[in-house]
C-alpha cells in the first residue's frame, strides 16, 4: 500500500468538494489597518471628532472588506505548502490505516462507501482548517 501526500489530498477534495465546503480566512489585520488609516485621514481633516467619525467609517469598511471571503476548501488544500499538506496527510493515515487502498480512486471510493469515515475525515478537517489555517467553515452553497 505506497501511501502518497498527493492521494490523501485528492480524497481530502473530494470529500469537502462533496460536502461543498468553503472557509474564510479571517483577514483581520487588513481591518485594522484600514480601521486606523480612515481615524488618521478623520483626525488629520477634523480633529478630534474627525478622528471618531474616522474610527467608526473605517470600523464599518474595514469589516465590510474582510466578510464573505469564502474559497473552496479543495482550492485551498492544492494552495497549501508541502509542509502543512504533510501535516494533514499524517492526520488522515491515522484516520484510514486499516484500510487496503492502491490509488486515491479506490481510497475515495472506499472512504464515501463509509459514513463514520467520511464523519471522521470532516471533523478532522474542519478541525484542521479552523485551528491551524483560522478559517470559519461553511457547507453547502
Not at 474610527?55 to 485551498?76: D, E, N, R, Y
Not at 471510493?109 to 478541525?127: D, H, I, K, P
Request: with cysteine; net charge neutral; glycine share 12%.
Amino acid at each position: 500500500m505506497p501511501v502518497a501526500v498527493d492521494d490523501i489530498m485528492r480524497l481530502l477534495c473530494s470529500l469537502s468538494e462533496d460536502r461543498k465546503m468553503k472557509a474564510a480566512v479571517r483577514h483581520s489585520g487588513k481591518g485594522a489597518l484600514v480601521t486606523g488609516a480612515v481615524a488618521f485621514v478623520g483626525g488629520l481633516v477634523g480633529g478630534p471628532p474627525g478622528i471618531a467619525v474616522g474610527g467608526a467609517v473605517g470600523g464599518l469598511l474595514g469589516a465590510w472588506m474582510t466578510s464573505g471571503q469564502f474559497k473552496p476548501i479543495p482550492q485551498i488544500l492544492m494552495e497549501l505548502p508541502p509542509a502543512e499538506q504533510q501535516k494533514l496527510f499524517n492526520e488522515v493515515t491515522a484516520i484510514v490505516r486499516n484500510l487496503d487502498w492502491t490509488d486515491a480512486v479506490q481510497l475515495t471510493t472506499l472512504v464515501m462507501g463509509s459514513e463514520a469515515l467520511q464523519r471522521q475525515l470532516l471533523a478532522m478537517l474542519a478541525g484542521y482548517v479552523t485551528k491551524e489555517l483560522r478559517a470559519e467553515v461553511r457547507y453547502g452553497d
